[in-house]
């Protein structure tokens, strides 16, 4: 009972700690979640905020954005502050105040002890009443997007774990709004893409399911097919929907739905390079050309299709009045959310969009006539080089990859190149479509390595679990076989000294498990404890139950195995307690390594043993326990021995090795 209650508090409060680590990591898991997740950052900042001021004791919050013109901040967020004081907290100057203190220094200020001191800085927040403040900078790479900040009415400073535990929740929220601006960017670039398709010659169709039972298209292909939107163009429509006023033919034959390119690439086939001719029942017709491709679920499977295709008879006829477009072409190049270039068989730049030439601090014109290698590098030129060659084949080149640009750096990239064919087959050039993945593909690594490093830990406490029950079973083990052996002992009854005995033992046990606790939790040698820490807190407890006898103690220091560990200090505690009941003077303990054994001796000054003295025929309970566990737990041999100047001594010789997890301790029985 006294072991229990000696070892329950620790046990207690680690309990505690692994809690509060766990409660920590979930928290992190969801508020990464939730604010990926989410277009809108600010709507879940209430609720994230209600979940850290539970978990940190926290009563306020507040979330400023940096204004477009960059030198100030302004109130997006808080919670906490009277409604009266909010006009003073709109608009902050970089520099004023510890949150405009934080923006300008791009540094987090953990502000302690306000009520208490006279920082200027902290007037605004001390005039709330607050006494601990924490602020971090929302950073997006090295741009600033605001500030985030906690603070407590009721705490005087934050603990260093806390501020960091701050600092990544501030970073999930940085990354969470510079992904929602992305997003509202990419969202109205797409919109202005959309725009450009609809006012583009270009024909678009889409299958909204994989039997093509519903088709719809851009502006483009319902003036094409002579229809008004959004009637359903599919020609496998169910009756009384399909169109019946035109016909597919492609090389003379009249093409069954199923052939037709929209329904072939919804049953997961990429049609490439395909032409077709629309005939109508009035006798005309126009000549499509281009590709269609699969749209899959996330399961990967095909549900529907995209195509898009070029009206090739008007293109032909419009060639030279096309080429004469080029402002308005430049126009919408310009404006399109991709960059844009034509290269031609030498690879010189004959066109680019704004974008693609400020890429490299240049203007459209600059780079006319220059090739390549001069504008983007040689090593950049070398990647993409035979990606460039497919398309003046006539292959159209789709890929991604890590491009090393002399001026930019290692940029990740998602490429398009499509010949430019001329009429009579030859490829006069190519056209260049590129998007810029890099910041996408870093954000996604970042989010996959935070949920490795989550699993990790999980994966580590699991088996820090399954440690912890192994190591209890086989001391209870022992216990039961100490207890064994006072039952098989000659009598009827146990005496309060075996009892106390006994007691001494678990308390030896608690020793060696609150040092396994301690060098769990500094992760280091989670599976190994000290030698001398682990005796020197043992011989401690015996003093103070003998403070008459005096001890002399060299323990050389050394780890020991868990398993070892727990049956050395069995051996010790034994030993030890049967020198204080039997001898008499100095006892000295030691415990040195020689090569690959470790060594200990106990010695005390009494009458020492009985002549002709062996432990397996005196009916020692406690010597015959140190006898069983030297030889079968640690390994090793156990002498008992008299000096010849007098006094007992007791040498155990044990070899130094690995503790198997899978190992059992075995039984301690009487006789053994």
Known sequence: ???????????????????????????????????????????????????????????TCFGFTLTPEGDALKLDFCRGVPPEVLPDLQRLDLGQAICGTAAQTLQPVHACRIQSNTWQKAALVRSLGIRAYCCHPLMAGDHLLGTLSFASRTRDAFEPDEVGFMGTICHYVAMAKERARLYEEARQR?????????????????????????????????????????????????????????????????????????????????????????????????????????????????????????????????????RKSEAQIRLSADNAPAYLCYLDTDYRYRFANVAYAQRFGRMPHELLGRTVPEVAGQAAFNVVRA????????????????????????????????????????????????????????????????????????????????ETHHRVKNNLQVIAGMIDLQILEPGSH???????????????????????????????????????????????LVRQTNRHRRFRVDIQDLRLTSRQATSLALVVNEVVSNAVKHGRGVISVSLEVEGTEA???????????????????????????????????????????TQPAGGAEVVICMPLQQDPLDVSTPEVRSGA
């Open 387 to 466: 990606q460039m060659e497919r398309a003046l084949r006539g292959e159209t080149a789709a890929f991604e990859a890590e491009i090393p640009y002399e001026q930019l750096g290692r940029r990740y990239m998602q490429v398009v190149y499509a010949p430019d064919t001329a009429e009579d087959g030859t490829v006069r050039g190519l056209f260049c479509v590129i998007h810029d993945l890099t910041a996408r593909r870093a954000a996604e690594e970042e989010r996959a390595g935070h949920l490795r490093e989550i699993a990790t830990l999980n994966e580590r406490l699991q088996r820090a679990i399954q």
């Open 494 to 540: 146990v005496e309060k000294g075996e009892l106390l005995r006994i007691a001494t033992h678990v308390r030896t046990l608690a020793v060696v498990h609150d040092l396994l606790t301690q060098e769990a939790t500094g992760d280091s040698h989670a599976e190994s404890v000290p030698a001398r820490q682990m005796l020197e807190r043992l011989l401690e």
């Open 1 to 59: 009972m006294n072991s229990e209650g000696t070892s329950m508090p620790a046990r207690v409060q680690d309990q505690e700690v692994l809690r509060r680590q766990n409660e920590r990591l979930a928290l992190l898991a969801e508020a990464a979640a939730h604010l990926l997740a989410t277009a809108n950052p600010r709507d879940q900042m209430e609720g994230l905020f209600e979940r850290v001021a539970v978990h940190l004791g926290v009563d």
């Open 599 to 641: 060594r200990l001796r106990v010695v005390d000054q009494g009458d020492g043993f009985p002549p002709n003295f062996r432990v397996q025929e005196m009916g020692s309970t406690g010597l015959s326990l140190v006898d069983h566990l030297s030889r079968w737990d640690l390994g090793g041999t156990a002498h008992f021995t």
């Open 190 to 322: 797409t919109a202005q893409l959309e725009a450009v398709m609809d006012a583009a010659p270009g024909v678009i169709f889409i299958a909204h399911d994989p039997d093509c039972r519903h088709i719809t298209g851009s502006k483009a292909s319902y003036e094409i097919l002579r229809m008004r939107p959004p009637g359903n163009i599919s020609l496998s429509a169910p009756e009384g929907e399909r169109p019946d006023h035109f016909r597919v033919v492609h090389q003379g034959r009249e093409l069954e739905p199923h052939e037709l390119p929209i329904q072939r690439a919804a049953r997961g086939e990429t049609v490439r390079d395909f032409e077709e001719t629309v005939a109508f029942r009035d006798g005309t017709s126009v000549t499509l050309y281009g590709n269609a491709v699969p749209l899959r679920d996330a399961g990967g499977r095909p549900a529907g299709a995209v195509g898009v295709f070029a009206d090739v008879t008007e293109l032909r006829r419009q060639a030279e009045a096309l």
